[in-house]
């Protein structure tokens, strides 16, 4: 398995305009993903969204309701209607107290395509063999869901473990 | 949903639950133990900790070996050096975040 990106496919029973508005439209693509933008995406721009609860599962709102209010900063890459969406990111930078802005970004690409069954969706995010690796401990301990107390119990054991 | 890595989703769900956190936290600290020894002290039945023990060995987390009458149980020290690999959690979290969208689109 690579270090530096992850991929992954998605079919979707919807039309295609559908999934592209989900995608494309900052309102939407926030209520699903948990953030709220002040301004639609466009390419090249630089978005400041802040972390709002999930609108789609009650269980994920919940995970992110401690996180709510935290800004987030993402880079509009390209976007080609019903082809392509990408954006930059920090990953996991939701430490108030962090400066992200001079950190390597990873890159988020949405791709899009028609077939008999649906849309097919490959979602890829690549650049993490750039990303410090004292980041990448923070961007773990820093996860939605409880992850702080998971993680401190898995090191914990492999650190006793040695 | 195609994923990078079905089972480490699975290893997720057993670790997310407050009475196997406790488990994982006991079996770090003192190793192998019997369902009597990791009930001690706590409210909780054997057959609940059993049930919990169970949810974990399926996902590989913990395995009973047989000593004498009773079943010790220890951690998977693998799995969760899978578990605290960082680019799994970021494709747990891309996961959900297309479960989302799926909802979102398909309603």
Partial sequence: MSTD???KTVLLHAPISRVWRALSDSTEFGSWFGMKFNAPFAPGAIMRGVI??????AEVAKSQKPYEG????????????EKLLSFRWHPGAIDPNIDYAAEPTTLVVFELQETAEGVLLTL???GFD???LARRARAFQSNEGGWTAQMRLISQYLHNAQ | MRSSSPKTAHLFAALGDETRLRLVSRLCGAGPMSIARLTE???????AIAKHLRV?????LV??????RETLWQLEQRRLEEASHYLDIVSKQWDAALLRLRKFVED
Avoid at chain 2, 41 to 47: A, E, N, P
Avoid at chain 2, 56 to 60: A, K, N, Y
């Fill in chain 2, 56 to 60: 974990m060995e399926r996902s590989g």
């Fill in chain 1, 70 to 81: 935290i800004p987030f900063d993402i880079v509009i890459d390209r976007m080609e209607p």
């Fill in chain 1, 5 to 7: 990106r992850i991929v």
């Fill in chain 1, 130 to 132: 750039q990303i410090p």
């Fill in chain 2, 63 to 68: 395995h009973g070996r047989r000593q004498g």
């Fill in chain 2, 41 to 47: 002290g706590t409210k909780i039945t054997r057959q």
């Fill in chain 1, 52 to 57: 709002v609860p999930t609108t789609v599962d």
């Fill in chain 1, 124 to 126: 890829t995010e690549s």
